[in-house]
């Protein structure tokens, strides 16, 4: 069975920073995409940023220039690096992954805060 653990959310001031992490296990085949989305009270889950099995990665307009995404194949594990945080950015953040056919998987969630 599929899983994905997260780790690194938590509390940080406006202007600083937090890494998020997600580890994949009990994948039979490969992951060709990860990456990661949010969800604020009373809005829409969003895409925050994705990275695919060639290295390509996509980013939402409101993170570009402060966030990165990065994936570690032989650990099947993605990384979000999160800088100059802004209260907007508070928010639950999940991660995905696309396992090949498979289909899409999500971890439970990790909630950042960004205080003013």
């Known amino acids: 069975q599929v899983q994905l653990v997260e780790s690194g959310g938590g509390l940080a001031q406006a202007g600083g920073s937090l890494r998020l992490s997600c580890a994949v296990s009990g994948s039979s085949f490969s992951i060709n995409a990860m990456g990661w989305y949010r969800q604020a009270p009373g809005k829409q889950r969003e895409l925050v940023a994705g990275?695919?099995?060639?290295?390509?990665?996509n980013y939402a307009d409101s993170v570009k220039g402060r966030f990165t995404i990065s994936r570690d194949k032989a650990k099947n594990t993605v990384y979000l690096e999160m800088r100059s945080l802004k209260p907007e950015d508070t928010a639950v953040y999940y991660c995905y992954c696309n396992v090949l056919r498979s289909g899409v998987y999500w971890g439970q969630g990790t909630q950042v805060t960004v205080s003013s």
């Open positions: 990275i695919i099995s060639d290295g390509s990665t």
